[in-house]
């Protein structure tokens, strides 16, 4: 069974990679964003691991 959310996520950081991609290597952005998204996919991680269970 596939979980749905994980799908979610895994859109969201997939678009937020292309724009951390269009920003300047280095910035504050860039940087708060990338951490977003382990954080995103940490959490897309945990929650198809607590499905499987």
Same mark, same amino acid.
């Given at each position: 069974?596939?979980n749905?959310?994980?799908?979610?996520?895994? *859109?969201y950081? =997939?678009?937020a !990679?292309a724009?951390?991609?269009?920003?300047?290597?280095?910035?504050? =952005?860039?940087a708060?964003t990338?951490?977003?998204?382990?954080?995103? !996919?940490?959490l897309a991680r945990i929650?198809?691991?607590? *499905?499987?269970?």
């Amino acid at each position: 069974m596939t979980n749905p959310n994980l799908s979610v996520s895994v *859109e969201y950081a =997939e678009k937020a !990679a292309a724009v951390v991609a269009k920003l300047k290597p280095g910035t504050y =952005e860039a940087a708060n964003t990338l951490a977003n998204i382990s954080i995103a !996919a940490s959490l897309a991680r945990i929650a198809d691991a607590m *499905e499987r269970t």
